[in-house]
Nanobody, 120 residues
Framework: QVQLVESGGGLVQPGGSLRLFCAAA????????MGWYRQAPGKQRELVAT???????NYADSVKGRFTISRDNAKNAVYLHMNSLKPEDAAVYYC??????????????WGQGTQVTVSS
């Protein structure tokens, strides 16, 4: 199994910045995609950003131009740089990784979540 450990959440003022970090460890075969999702109280979990092993990125419209996702393939790590934070960005952010064992078996793994609070 793969374990994802997240860090970097916290309390910031509107317009501030945070950097989230997530690293995968365990029985890793080939992580071909990683991403970040978030869930606010009473809301469904939503996609924030994803990145492929080759560096191709995808962002939710609500964060384009403000958030940047990046990864370090050698370390099986993914980052989310969040700028110009808004109160509506407040949520629990979850790291995701998709692992391929090379035999046609795909597994999705999730981090424990890290709280991001945006308030003045």
């Amino acid at each position: 199994q793969v374990q994802l450990v997240e860090s970097g959440g916290g309390l910031v003022q509107p317009g501030g910045s945070l950097r989230l970090f997530c690293a995968a460890a365990g029985s890793i075969f080939n992580i071909f995609a990683m991403g970040w999702y978030r869930q606010a109280p009473g809301k469904q979990r939503e996609l924030v950003a994803t990145i492929s092993k080759g560096g191709v990125t995808n962002y939710a419209d609500s964060v384009k131009g403000r958030f940047t996702i990046s990864r370090d393939n050698a370390k099986n790590a993914v980052y989310l740089h969040m700028n110009s934070l808004k109160p509506e960005d407040a949520a629990v952010y979850y790291c995701n990784a998709d692992d391929d064992d090379g035999l046609g078996n795909l597994s999705a793994y999730w981090g424990q979540g890290t709280q991001v609070t945006v308030s003045s």
